[in-house]
């Protein structure tokens, strides 16, 4: 068991998980809802999130995800909720 933290300009929360998940699919059992205006397909970039901690226990970034996060310019610690998925805990900040 894991957890997934999610925090916003409006508070935070937590998802308990047991498998390996995106940090968007996670965020749907928390309070918080992350934007996704693709789906989760990796086109939008509308859910990109700063981790905080457990950047180690996140998938590496594919070739999708990489090019939308060059096309939105992101920093060393900022991934698309929809394409990093997490086997341990993670936290993270909404943008
Ligand atoms: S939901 Fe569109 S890129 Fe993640």
Same mark, same amino acid.
């Given at each position: 068991m894991f957890k997934v933290k999610v925090i916003n300009s409006k508070g935070s929360d937590e998802a308990s998980c047991e498998n390996e998940t995106s940090i968007l699919l996670a965020s749907r059992s928390t309070k918080i809802e992350l934007t996704h205006r693709c789906g989760g397909h990796a086109r939008c970039g509308s859910c990109l999130v700063t981790i905080r *901690?457990? @950047?180690?226990?996140l998938s590496p970034i594919g070739a999708s995800e990489k090019k939308i996060l060059t096309t939105l310019k992101a *920093? #060393? #610690? @900022?991934?698309l909720a929809c394409q990093a998925w997490a086997k341990s805990d993670v936290e993270c900040f909404q943008g």
């Amino acid at each position: 068991m894991f957890k997934v933290k999610v925090i916003n300009s409006k508070g935070s929360d937590e998802a308990s998980c047991e498998n390996e998940t995106s940090i968007l699919l996670a965020s749907r059992s928390t309070k918080i809802e992350l934007t996704h205006r693709c789906g989760g397909h990796a086109r939008c970039g509308s859910c990109l999130v700063t981790i905080r *901690k457990g @950047q180690e226990h996140l998938s590496p970034i594919g070739a999708s995800e990489k090019k939308i996060l060059t096309t939105l310019k992101a *920093k #060393d #610690d @900022q991934r698309l909720a929809c394409q990093a998925w997490a086997k341990s805990d993670v936290e993270c900040f909404q943008g």
